[in-house]
């Protein structure tokens, strides 16, 4: 296991379309975390999985935002009708509930609306 | 509501110097503090995981403290060089496996 995975790396989309993330957590972490960064700010939590539960959701996340974990393995973000103020790094990563390891974050992906 | 604020913001050190990194926290319920490195435009690589009951943790030439109860970490960086270069970023949860709340980070940049 090399660790969490996210897909794309990248993506570019006009404004008004719908985009979907995946991320691939670590295997054995039940618990997967979704976090949006915009350019020299720190990450900002959106949501959290465990398993195939969704346990909190932040109140940046708004009705056109939508994460799922089917099965409690990988998830998915998506987001309709982007606009432009949703360009930014979102960051997934996961941890076990026993957090005597912390957390391990993905690469992210760039999503850049214009 | 944990709020988490990074002192400095950027820091531009020459190469070989010792260099802190501050770190504080207003609510000292939390279940531990991490600390992460952040190459521009890439996710997060976690350096250090300090328990709750702990005061410190070292890795290689970093070394991290913990005071709770005043609700204050520090990074130390040794011997700082060009490849420390990054932002710095701590994080605490409340609980276990809770989300995490972060500070903004400190820009660090190391000049040869």
């Known amino acids: 296991d090399t660790g969490v995975s996210q897909d794309p790396r990248h993506k570019i989309t006009k404004r008004g379309q719908n985009v979907t993330f995946r991320c691939d957590p670590i295997s054995e972490h039940n618990r997967l975390y979704w976090y949006r960064q915009t350019l020299g700010q720190g990450p900002e939590f959106l949501t959290y999985?465990?398993?195939?539960?969704?346990?909190?959701k932040s109140r940046l996340l708004s009705d056109r935002f939508s994460a799922e974990r089917p099965k409690g393995s990988f998830s998915t973000l998506e987001i309709q009708r982007t606009e432009q103020g949703d360009s930014a790094m979102y960051l997934c990563a996961s941890s076990l509930v026993q957090g005597l390891y912390g957390y391990t974050f993905g690469s992210g992906t760039r999503l850049t609306v214009v | 509501k944990q709020e988490v604020t990074q002192i400095p913001a950027a820091l531009s050190v020459p190469e070989g110097e010792n260099l802190v990194l501050n770190c504080s926290f207003t609510d000292s319920a939390i279940y531990n503090l991490q600390w992460f490195r952040q190459d521009p435009g890439k996710g997060l690589t976690s350096l250090l995981l300090?328990?709750?009951?702990?005061r410190e943790q070292t890795s290689g030439r970093l070394n991290a403290s913990l005071d709770k109860s005043s609700g204050r970490s520090t990074l130390y960086i040794a011997a700082s060089q060009p490849g420390d270069s990054a932002t710095y970023l701590c994080?605490?949860?409340?609980?276990?496996?809770?989300?995490?709340?972060f500070g903004e980070g400190t820009q660090l940049t190391v000049n040869p």
């Open positions: 999985f465990q398993n195939e539960a969704q346990l909190e």
């Open positions: 994080a605490v949860p409340r609980t276990s496996g809770s989300r995490l709340t």
């Open positions: 300090i328990q709750s009951s702990q």
